[in-house]
């Protein structure tokens, strides 16, 4: 019988994408664990979506009520699991797992809830010294190790693997024009991170439209609550003579996952969505803070090296300084990339997007 393994990464959804490597990671171990995560309701679409994960548990969070928790452990407990991997460590998880009698509980060795774990792996994130993401393979490959199940390879993006036709069905709803490249640009920051404000956003597309071989078919996403703003780019483009339209709201954060998916692109700030074009292996421009627990190292997207750029304000500029940054360069860099991309492939569109992804600053 499987082994059955419970993964925990209930905060944000850039958090949760970049898990993905990880979960990867364990279904491709011989013999294949049956992979549970614990994710709070806002990423349950998502977690559903990942071909890494077999059941999906909701978690009630902090504020959930005593009857919440205790159907929390109630569950956890029924299942039996084997093992419990924490990604992000927190004391009520880790005395869920104690409490649900899970053998192995494995944690980063952090904070005092590391109390509650028999196995633990020392990694001091906030030093940003790996991607945020390999953190957690390695955790995962700690996993394996100790559960005696083998590992050949590493996973390689993409972390989110779509079928052809489904990828060509999106990208047709985003360009029809086969020599232009479909970009992405998502100006807000869902209240996790700094992001560039609408004018130099405005300035960016301004530069890569002239720079770049072929002009883009330009898209402005909004998340909830952000669509005025995305509305005022919009605005600010046209009156510069450049035509952009909004992405259509989708119902969910699993559909709007879809609608990236047809992009070649995304630009955006250091947010979730620019975790998701990570996972689906999109081409990526991030814009982050200088913050040492928020480098472009550590919230790095997980997709191939050569389709990511990442930018930040310079060491002698404040960390959240974000108009320090080169706007120019940038747009050089990003017009390089649209080129790059269309060149490889030109039946191939580019999305630029402003940011996913969440910062905890976990040490």
């Known amino acids: 019988m499987a082994q059955k393994v419970l993964v925990v990464r209930n905060d944000k959804i850039g958090d949760f994408m970049l898990a993905w490597p990880a979960l990867a990671c364990l ?14 309701a806002y990423t349950e679409a998502l977690a559903r979506a990942c071909p890494w994960v077999d059941e999906v548990i909701v978690d009630p969070g902090q504020s959930g009520d005593k009857r919440a928790q205790k159907a929390l452990l109630d569950t956890v407990k029924a299942a039996r699991f084997d093992a419990l991997l924490t990604l992000f460590s927190t004391p009520r998880i880790g005395f869920l797992g104690w409490r649900a009698g899970i053998p192995l509980r494995l944690a980063p060795a952090t904070k005092w809830a590391q109390i509650f774990y028999n196995a633990r792996v020392t990694q001091r994130r906030s030093r940003s010294e790996k991607p945020e993401y390999q953190y957690n393979v390695d955790l995962a490959c700690q996993l394996l190790e100790r559960l005696s199940l083998k590992l ?108 990236l998916a047809g992009a070649d692109l995304l630009i955006a700030g250091s947010t979730g969505p620019l975790h998701i074009a990570g996972c689906l292996n999109i081409a990526t421009a991030g814009f982050y803070p200088a913050k040492r627990s928020a480098t472009p190292l550590r919230w790095q997207t997980c997709n191939d090296a050569d389709r990511r750029l ?37 039946e191939r569109s580019v999305l630029v997007e402003g940011g996913v992804g969440g910062e905890n600053g976990e040490e």
């Open 27 to 40: 279904k491709s171990a011989s013999p294949t664990p049956h992979v549970s995560v614990l994710v709070p």
């Open 152 to 259: 050949t390879r590493l996973p390689t993006p993409p972390f989110w693997p779509l079928a052809s036709e489904q990828v060509a069905h999106q990208r047709q709803a985003l360009t029809t024009v086969a020599s232009s490249c479909a970009v992405v640009v998502h100006p807000g920051s869902g209240g996790s991170a700094v992001n560039l404000s609408l004018e130099q956003y405005a300035a960016l597309i301004h530069q890569v439209n002239a720079q770049a071989k072929a002009p883009p078919a330009w898209w402005i996403s909004a998340g909830p609550g952000e669509e005025a703003q995305a509305d005022a780019l919009i605005e600010a483009l046209a009156a510069q003579g450049i035509e952009a339209n909004r992405l259509a709201p989708s119902a969910s954060v699993e559909a709007f996952a879809y609608q």
């Open 310 to 346: 990442a930018f930040s304000p310079p060491a002698s500029a404040d960390e959240q300084e974000m108009t320090a940054i080169d706007i120019g360069a940038a747009a050089g860099e990003i017009s390089a990339l649209i080129d790059a991309l269309l060149a490889a492939h030109p």
